[in-house]
Nanobody, 123 residues
Framework: QVQLLESGGGLVQAGGSLRLSCAASGRTLSNYALGWFRQAPGKEREFVTAIGAFGGSTYYADSVKGRFTISRDNAKNTLNLQMNSLKPEDTAVYYC????????????????WGQGTQVTVSS
């Protein structure tokens, strides 16, 4: 069992930056692919970015490419998301998720989920 806990959300003006973190407990994350998803009010949960188990492969949604950076620290059992040049349309609850080895962009393929952290970007 893997427990995930996100932190770092908040309110920021458009053009600003936030850094989200996801701390894991229960198991080491080294054998898990990790992803960030987000869900805005009235919308389905959508893929943001993911990183493979050994950090070699990263994937980004077109909407965040060049602005967001995913990284992992297996020694600290954490996942991070650096978000720059934030836009109002980035406003959502952000979730971290884990699945064995291979990163995918499909939420239903992820086995473990955090509770989410709210990110609000004002215009």
């Amino acid at each position: 069992q893997v427990q995930l806990l996100e932190s770092g959300g908040g309110l920021v003006q458009a053009g600003g930056s936030l850094r989200l973190s996801c701390a894991a407990s229960g198991r080491t994350l080294s054998n898990y692919a990790l992803g960030w998803f987000r869900q805005a009010p009235g919308k389905e949960r959508e893929f943001v970015t993911a990183i493979g188990a050994f950090g070699g492969s990263t994937y980004y949604a077109d909407s965040v490419k060049g602005r967001f950076t995913i990284s992992r620290d297996n020694a600290k059992n954490t996942l991070n998301l650096q978000m720059n040049s934030l836009k109002p349309e980035d406003t959502a609850v952000y979730y971290c998720a884990a699945r064995p080895i291979i990163a995918t962009m499909k939420a239903y393929e992820y086995e473990y989920w955090g509770q989410g952290t709210q990110v609000t970007v004002s215009s």
